[in-house]
């Protein structure tokens, strides 16, 4: 598989046509055994006249017999047209995608090594120094401060592949439903919000689309420095959204609600929908007071913020939607902005409601 790109589209000189495939050689037997029972002029003639290059050479690699008759002599080098390998190397993905993905990137397939997105229990700053290599940014892996959720391009483009391809190529949907907790990344004085998030996967429109679902209670803590630590950890909703205080332009209003009744905390409100200004992000935050459960007879704060991401068709890793949300990823990722006009807040959460299983 690693000497694939070196193939080549150069074809047999005419007398290959008549049988001779080689001076001073007999013409194998195996010929015998080609796919269609047409004489080797006929299939020279399809293979140069009527098969796209990447085509020709993707047919030639089915069988030992046709390839020694389109490659009679040792297989010189390939064609060096960067659309004509990745033509190739995509269609050998649609043949290999159970073991194999293409990376626009690096321009070269990949033994699948992703079992996709991961949750548990990390360090989001050392994560930071083991998964970023800038020699190969579309082969970093994308996660948000304050959660153990880690995604990459490599699931992405998988998962989608089963959903274009068909099975087994690439990931099960089922691969993004995740469990991730609360990360050591800016604790309020030695003490971790006892966040917890569902993740879940949904493939609409030709795309992909994540939902996260978080929640949060303040059972243990006083209001005070409840109130405070949420301020203080600097939680991601997505790459430009965090739940401090600290950064008031891009940071949840639902928790910043000025309350009447709650003065200095939080105001209650349900399902209360924004949405990112950079990537295709929307979240819905509902924001409660009341009682737990036995154990815990008095009232508590109770935060739940639910949101939507949507990923594009994973098709390349420069896609822009990608992009935005894998704001880690590569450098124009940081400056993108969100059109409003084609998705208004709520739009990406509509799509998401939109699914109807079927019965």
């Known amino acids: 598989m690693a000497h694939l790109p070196r193939l080549a589209l150069t074809l047999p000189p005419t007398g290959a046509a008549r049988g001779v495939l080689h001076p001073g050689r007999r013409p194998r037997a195996a010929f015998r055994a080609l796919p269609a029972p047409l004489p080797t002029d006929i299939v020279l003639y399809l293979h140069r006249e009527h098969l796209p290059p990447a085509t020709a050479v993707a047919l030639s690699l089915t069988c030992k017999a046709l390839f020694g008759l389109v490659f009679p002599t040792a297989a010189p080098g390939f064609s060096r047209d960067p659309l004509e390998r990745q033509a190739l190397q995509l269609l050998l993905e649609r043949d290999l995608g159970q073991h194999w993905w293409y990376c626009h990137g690096c321009s070269l397939l ?13 360090d989001s700053s050392s994560r930071r120094v083991i998964i970023w290599n800038p020699r190969r940014p579309h082969h970093n892996s994308h996660f948000l401060d304050g959660s153990s959720f880690v995604l990459d391009y490599e699931s992405v483009r998988l998962v989608m592949n089963r959903h274009f391809l068909g099975s087994p190529n690439g990931l099960p949907l089922e691969s993004f439903d995740v469990e991730a907790s609360s990360t050591v990344f800016n604790p309020w004085q030695g003490r971790l919000l006892p966040w917890r998030e ?15 679902t978080s929640t949060l209670s303040s059972a243990g803590w006083a209001d005070e420095t409840f109130r405070a630590a949420l301020d203080h950890e600097w939680r991601q909703v997505c790459g430009h959204v965090r739940t401090s205080s600290a950064l008031p332009y891009h940071t949840v209003t639902a928790l910043r609600h000025p309350s009447r009744e709650y003065a200095g905390f939080f105001a209650p409100c349900r399902d209360f929908v924004e949405a990112c200004g950079q990537c295709l992000t929307d979240y819905a935050t509902t924001v409660e007071r009341r009682r737990g459960d036995a154990k815990q007879p008095t009232e508590s704060w109770f935060i739940t913020v639910t949101s939507y991401y949507q990923l594009g068709s994973g098709r390349s ?11 880690r990823t590569t450098v124009s990722s940081y400056f993108t902005k969100r059109d409003f006009v084609a998705h208004p807040p709520g739009a990406v959460k ?10």
């Open 350 to 359: 509509a799509v998401w409601d939109s699914y109807k299983p079927w019965s």
């Open 198 to 212: 569902r993740w879940s996967a949904r493939i609409l429109q030709d795309e992909l689309f994540l939902s996260a």
């Open 110 to 122: 990949h033994r699948i090594r992703s079992q996709g997105p991961t949750g548990g229990v990390h």
């Open 317 to 327: 890793p420069t896609d822009a939607k990608w992009e935005a949300f894998g704001h």
